[in-house]
């Protein structure tokens, strides 16, 4: 299996725009969570999914966040309008809820926003 | 809510040391704890998990104890080697049908040759 895959990898934009972080979840995976890491807070879960539903969204940041799947292979993450302090990597991680539960990190994608 | 700590933020020493890094988190019903890897630039690597009615996981060089009464986890490395330099998160998922891992900031350590 490929793992976790998210794109882009980097993504630098100015603020106001529009931005799109993609996730493909392990196949067969049934839950997939949004994470934002910086220096200042560590790793903070954003939304989580499970079976493709949102089940806790309570860490969205604001309303410019928003997370949709539409189907048990694809998750978006989308922040508009992005602002500096949006500047963070961003990683999705899938796991099986029917055990073991470890959770499987994707690479990240870096987002500066100038 | 569950807070998860883990001191010092790095930790330096040499080669072929054994080494203990701690985690404590202030709820302790739980249903598992992780421990990650996390090198520069990259993404998480689960490491070992441990249920809630585990004492212990190890895996080669790598032992993790659990003690939920006393909300605390423990990781030895024994024989510790350059490439284990990384950062290393502890993470305790609640318990519940739907539950989430909160992590703690991570133990940055270096190994010097």
């Known amino acids: 299996d490929a793992g976790v895959i998210q794109s882009p990898r980097h993504e630098v934009t100015e603020m106001g725009q529009e931005v799109t972080l993609r996730c493909k979840p392990i196949?067969?995976?049934?839950?997939l969570f949004w994470y934002r890491q910086t220096m200042m807070r560590g790793l903070e879960l954003l939304i989580y999914f499970n079976n493709n539903v949102p089940i806790d969204d309570s860490g969205m940041p604001e309303d410019r966040f928003s997370a949709k799947m539409p189907n048990a292979s694809f998750s978006t993450l989308k922040i508009q309008p992005s602002e500096p302090r949006d500047s963070a990597v961003y990683f999705c991680?899938?796991?099986?809820?029917?055990?073991?539960?470890?959770?499987?990190f994707g690479p990240g994608t870096r987002l500066t926003v100038t | 809510k569950q807070e998860v700590t883990q001191i010092p933020a790095a930790l330096s020493v040499p080669e072929g040391e054994n080494l203990v890094l701690n985690c404590s988190f202030t709820d302790s019903a739980i249903y598992n704890l992780q421990w990650f890897r996390q090198d520069p630039g990259k993404g998480l690597t689960s490491l070992l998990l441990i249920q809630s009615s585990q004492r212990e996981q190890t895996s080669g060089r790598l032992n993790a104890s659990l003690d939920k009464s006393s909300g605390r986890s423990t990781l030895y490395i024994a024989a510790s080697q350059p490439g284990d330099s990384a950062t290393y998160l502890c993470?305790?998922?609640?318990?519940?049908?739907?539950?989430?891992?909160?992590f703690g900031k991570g133990i940055t350590l270096s190994v010097r040759p």
């Open positions: 993470a305790v998922e609640a318990s519940g049908a739907n539950s989430k891992l909160t």
């Open positions: 196949s067969g995976h049934n839950s």
């Open positions: 991680a899938s796991s099986l809820r029917t055990g073991p539960y470890e959770q499987y």
